[in-house]
């Protein structure tokens, strides 16, 4: 079955900490894409970051990174340096290759605190 | 700049209505989608096309149907709303050269009474 899976509903980090988000996913497809977004409280879509499965290194875009362990199906996001500006919903999401579909896990709630 | 447009940000409908909610796209994109968002549940796919005329399931299609006839234009149906498909709903739209990105309307907020 074609799943993402975020187990942590909710987080709490010190500002300036490094945070890692958990998504772990399962396709039997070859060629997919993983990715995650961003969503504040104003509700609108941000995205971060994209790996292809094929990527052989891991995706890098400023402070955010994806660490993509495919033998694990894991593509946990890594965000350095936290800010108070970082406290969002965070989706992790998935494409598979065979028809364009794209499905996201249930989320993470990051809160940074001061 | 890249623009998905949903027609109605807050609709308040009865039970039993048809509802119709828009999204266009002026970004020549090939793929559209449509997912509702519920807390605790994240985004979950609806339905999604691929071109003109052609559409497929997602994961909780059940009570909804989608038309495309134009590729810039997206609509999803509630044939007859219920309480249990108030949500928010999101459209959004992938180009068929992929680049990772997946572009998101502002998202309809609709309330069945």
């Known amino acids: 079955a074609q799943k993402i899976t975020q187990t942590q509903p909710g987080m709490f980090v010190q500002e300036k900490e490094a945070v890692t988000l958990d998504c772990t996913y399962d396709t039997s497809d070859q060629s997919y894409g993983l990715f995650w977004y961003k969503q504040p409280s104003s509700g609108e879509m941000i995205f971060l970051i994209y790996?292809?499965?094929?990527?052989?290194q891991n995706a890098t875009e400023g402070r955010y990174s994806l660490n993509f362990q495919k033998a694990r199906k894991s593509a946990n996001l890594v965000i350095s340096a936290s800010q108070l500006g970082d406290s969002a919903m965070y989706f992790c999401?998935?494409?598979?290759?065979?028809?364009?579909?794209?499905?996201f896990g249930k989320g993470t709630r990051l809160h940074i605190l001061p | 700049d890249v623009k998905v447009t949903q027609s109605s940000r807050y609709l308040v409908k009865r039970t039993g209505e048809k509802v119709f909610l828009e999204c266009v796209q002026d970004m020549d994109h090939e793929n559209m989608f449509w997912y509702r968002q519920d807390p605790g549940l994240g985004l979950r796919l609806i339905y999604f096309?691929?071109?003109?005329?052609?559409?497929e399931k997602g994961d909780i299609p059940e009570g909804y149907s989608v038309s495309r006839e134009k590729k810039e234009r997206f609509s999803l149906i509630l044939e007859s709303a219920s309480t249990n498909q108030t949500s928010m709903y999101l459209c959004a739209s992938l180009p068929g050269q992929f680049t990772g990105e997946l572009f998101f309307g502002e998202g309809s907020r609709l309330t069945v009474l």
């Open positions: 096309s691929y071109d003109v005329k052609m559409k």
């Open positions: 999401a998935m494409r598979l290759g065979g028809d364009d579909k794209i499905i």
């Open positions: 790996q292809g499965s094929y990527d052989e």
